[in-house]
């Protein structure tokens, strides 16, 4: 999703690693729509800028020394900033993702594939959405016991038509649109439109968010028999 309008994305950003760092903001620097406005190397310095500053978004390292980026997010909503945050880790610890969530990151990304996703991840995050790197999207999953129907976790499910939901089916079985046309006997601007109608009728917006919604309720949906 990129950002049509003329105001800069303002970027505050943060890790201790020299090269990452430099590497960050080259590639940030490189986006006319965005505005780096504040860098740190520790936790502390980062909060310090992110309050002066008060940026659209602040890319943290989990790991910083001072504080890490869980303390800098809490000090950040203890002090009703309105400032998103991506995380950037090399930790793929379903725990301390979790807890990231639930504390409302809103980007979490892993630090190989960062010069990849991150400028797809700010643009995401500063739309409205969410971005995560889909090596991660796995801790999404929920379990059947949460939740007694499909129908009473996902809002409109019964909107959707019996093809559609074959469609969301095959792409929670990461199958892609090619393997979902061959599968269906449908074409692939078919296959398009299924998925666009079910982002419409579910209320999921932002690229990638129908691969984030099949992690989420991969289970319920699978589970599914109509």
Known sequence: ???????KIRIVIADDHPLLLSGLKLVIRSETSIDLVGEAADGKKALEIIQKKQPDIA???YDMPGLNGL???????QSGLDVKVIFLTMNNDSKVFKEAVSLGVKGYLLKDSIEDEI????????????????????YLVIGRSDSDSISSRIENWEQLTPTEIKVLKLVAENKGTKEIAGELFI??????RHRENICRKLDIHGHNAIIHFVYKY???????NQ
Do not use: C, W
């Open 1 to 7: 999703m990129q950002i049509t309008n003329n105001k």
């Open 59 to 61: 890319i943290l390292d």
């Open 71 to 77: 303390e800098v997010l809490k000090d950040i909503q």
């Open 119 to 138: 400028i797809e991840a700010i643009n995401e995050v500063y739309s409205g959405g969410a971005f995560i790197s889909p090596e991660l999207s796995k």
């Open 187 to 192: 074409s692939k601007r078919t296959v398009d």
């Open 218 to 224: 991969h289970d319920l949906i699978l589970s599914y």
